[in-house]
């Protein structure tokens, strides 16, 4: 009885609005209209990042080339750079009222990101020490047996094969300054601009599609290293300063893991510091 009702029910609406019956049935366009929002989204949040890339990185390299015509360029390089690496993302995130810890620009959660910094570090920079030796070791052997080597190598190892010498390192207070100089100007401005807006912006192109220890691991991590790396060499056409695309894995991970670039910056910079202190100290 039920079904005759609403048979005869649905036939009185279609008449009195004049409607067949393929009018009155769902449509599938919702769902295809919400596929088509979020694409659109996601080119929005991928053309923006590219853009501001390549913008902020012809700043930097413009002031780069400008350095030995501008004296007061020259003598505040690093800041102007490191300023417009936090002033770039800052301003464009407060216009568009976005929310500065989903980009993990914030250092909440403390102990978990001092946590994976210090596990990190004690993992990474002992061997890190032993790849080093064991490395020019072998280039420094080549370079005196009369074996092709670059320059910058011959230059090198006319020092090296002497061991560690202390004598060479910074004193107490200059040591604790370069610190602060690594993690206020190199450090955190560069993982504010790239761990924290570029990284997020194209995590929302291209969701992690797999995880370790909570991290992301994915399409959005190897772009945003394959930038960051890109720009280090476009700013002083450098190209041995590629190699920054490995190291710039493992902060984009950090970032990942502990939704914060607290984590990050702290191994960035003693990441730097180490680097220092094995150069002078070898070299």
């Known amino acids: 009885m039920d079904f005759y009702l609403d048979s005869w029910e649905r036939g009185r609406i279609m008449a009195a609005m004049r409607l067949s019956p393929r009018e009155l049935e769902p449509t599938p366009e919702a769902p295809r209209d919400v596929d088509a929002g979020s694409s ?3 080119r929005r949040e991928l053309r923006e990042a590219l853009v501001v890339f390549f913008l902020v990185t012809l700043a930097c390299a413009l002031l780069w080339q400008l350095r030995g015509a501008i004296p007061l360029v020259g003598r505040f390089l690093h800041d102007l750079i490191a ?3 936090l002033l770039v993302p800052t301003i464009l995130l407060t216009r568009q009222k976005e929310d500065f810890a989903e980009y993990g620009l914030v250092f909440q959660p403390v102990v978990r990101g001092l946590l994976f910094f210090a596990a990190l570090s004690a993992a990474v920079f002992p061997t890190f020490w032993l790849g080093f030796v064991t490395y020019y070791g072998v280039v420094c052997r080549r370079e005196r047996a009369g074996m092709a080597t670059l320059s910058v190598y011959r230059r090198m190892c006319r020092s090296y094969g002497a061991g560690f010498r202390l004598a060479r390192l910074q004193s107490g207070w200059r040591f604790a300054w ?3 100089i690594q993690v206020g100007v190199v450090a955190l ?4 601009f790239f761990r924290g807006y570029i990284q ?3 995590e929302r192109v291209w969701p992690p599609q797999r995880r370790w ?3 992301g691991l994915g399409r959005a991590l190897l772009i945003t290293s394959l930038l960051f790396a890109l720009g280090h060499v476009l700013v002083d056409l450098n190209p041995l300063r590629f190699a920054v695309f ?3 894995l493992v902060f984009g991970w950090m970032r990942s893991a502990t939704g914060s670039i ?6 960035h910079a003693t990441s730097n510091l180490v680097s220092d202190v094995l150069h002078r100290g070898y070299f």
């Open 189 to 192: 401005p560069e993982e504010y």
């Open 213 to 215: 220890l909570g991290g």
């Open 200 to 202: 997020t912006k194209l």
């Open 40 to 42: 659109r989204i996601a």
């Open 178 to 180: 370069l610190s602060l």
């Open 246 to 248: 490995f190291p710039s």
């Open 262 to 267: 607290l984590a990050p910056v702290l191994f």
């Open 83 to 85: 300023s417009i690496f």
